[in-house]
């Protein structure tokens, strides 16, 4: 019988593992519809649906080492939460693995980031229906609606891209016309196509390695109707399909926040567990290539 309580066929002990996944079961920034707390565990379970053998790459994912940490704690601070998240995370990245993190709100995204080593080449490919660039938002710096400019505090404006941006407040959009965070719209990925717009957005990062962090609202209501904040008129899970498999030879890790179990039959987690899957598997390919 699977183990619905972790990860599909991530049975290899935590020192052999490439692969580590992480649930950070935390929304208590949410601003709108909550539940992203039960997103990790009903990704893990939904990930047993799929078969193991992989079409496109030709690997199996039961013969790539992959590990579960299980989940932290649930936490009352989001201060709480950035602060055991990095100090979770940071002997991972240590140790030349790539961490898989599973939310929990996007709040959870930028101790992802701010885990990583100081100097590292890494930039971020930030998949979001919004630019979530708030100074503070409700009196917490720590919001869900400020994660990538905790994150760009981190890496610098010249090692973030916001994709599939359709909803900002003036506020975000005033601020940052003296900082200068790039973003590329949902509206200009449907007009130049998904490909060229990641190209573009990898070629402004100009690192060796690259993190994704994917709110799952990035993606359009009608194929992910299960998250806090829906917003009409997104990217298509194909495109965020392409954008993973474009990053995949350099990933550095991902995150994938938002997912809010309640409001759908299991939809949006297993398109969740689908896109952790292939980030996976297409990163395994490539080191096999390498």
Not at 81 to 94: C, E, S
Not at 186 to 195: C, K, Y
Not at 199 to 228: C, M
Request: charged content about 25%; hydrophobic content about 40%.
């Amino acid at each position: 019988m699977p183990r619905l309580s972790t990860f599909a066929d991530a049975d290899s002990a935590y020192d052999d593992a490439r692969f580590v996944v992480l649930g950070v079961p935390f929304d208590r920034t949410t601003s709108f519809r909550p539940g992203a707390r039960f997103g990790p565990d009903a990704i893990r379970q939904e990930s047993w649906n799929f078969e193991t053998y992989d079409l496109e790459t030709g690997l199996d994912l039961a013969d790539v080492p992959i590990h579960d940490l299980g989940n932290m704690p649930e936490f009352g601070t989001a201060a709480e939460m950035v602060d055991a998240v990095r100090a979770q995370l940071r002997p991972v990245y240590a140790a030349g693995k790539i961490p898989i993190t599973l939310g929990g709100d996007h709040a959870c995204a930028p101790p992802c980031v701010e885990a990583l080593p100081d100097g590292a080449s890494v930039g971020v490919l930030y998949l979001d229906a919004h630019l979530d660039f708030r100074a503070e938002y409700l009196g917490d710096r720590r919001s869900h609606a400020c994660s990538s400019r905790r994150i760009l505090e981190k890496v610098g404006a010249d090692r973030i891209v916001v994709v599939g941006v359709r909803s900002v407040s003036r506020e975000e959009v005033d601020d940052n016309r003296g900082i200068g965070m790039p973003f590329v719209t949902a509206h200009e990925v449907a007009d130049e196509g998904i490909g060229p717009a990641v190209d573009r957005a990898l070629k402004h990062l100009n690192a060796e390695r690259v993190y994704v962090s994917l709110d799952i609202d990035a993606i359009d209501p009608a194929y992910a109707p299960a998250t806090g904040t829906p917003e009409p008129f997104g990217l298509t899970p194909r495109d965020v399909k392409v954008a993973i498999d474009r990053v995949a030879p350099r990933l550095a890790g991902l995150d994938i926040m938002e997912v809010s179990p309640p409001w759908d039959r299991g939809n949006t987690s297993g398109l969740a567990a689908r896109l952790a899957r292939e980030a996976i598997l297409r990163a395994a390919a490539a080191q096999r290539r390498a």
